[in-house]
């Protein structure tokens, strides 16, 4: 089960983008999975861990982060952290 926010704002809703399909949600999640070829539990693990190592190199994750970040107005670093943030207290779980 999942918490219940977007990744980078933090809004509480895992599936409303906020009017902005580049905002972080589980279908970014999602899709990044089926990119990946991994189940999502794996690919939040992946990120989070990318996240933690400060290695978010992978194109893809990177073009994520960006498209994040100029989505809700802030800085990729601030995308990044909310993000790390927010899969840390989900995966905990």
């Known amino acids: 089960m999942s918490i219940y926010m977007c990744y980078n704002c933090g809004c509480y809703n895992p599936r409303y983008d906020m009017g902005n399909s580049d905002n972080i ?34 194109s893809y994750l990177k073009e994520m982060f960006e498209k994040a970040a100029k989505a809700w107005g802030q800085s990729v670093d601030d995308a990044k952290k909310h993000t790390y943030q927010l899969l840390k207290n989900e995966l905990k779980k």
Do not use: I
């Open 25 to 58: 949600t589980e279908e970014t999640f999602e899709h990044l999975s089926a990119h990946w070829k991994k189940p999502l539990q794996k690919t939040k693990l992946t990120v989070f861990q990318m996240l933690q190592d400060n290695k978010t190199n992978d």
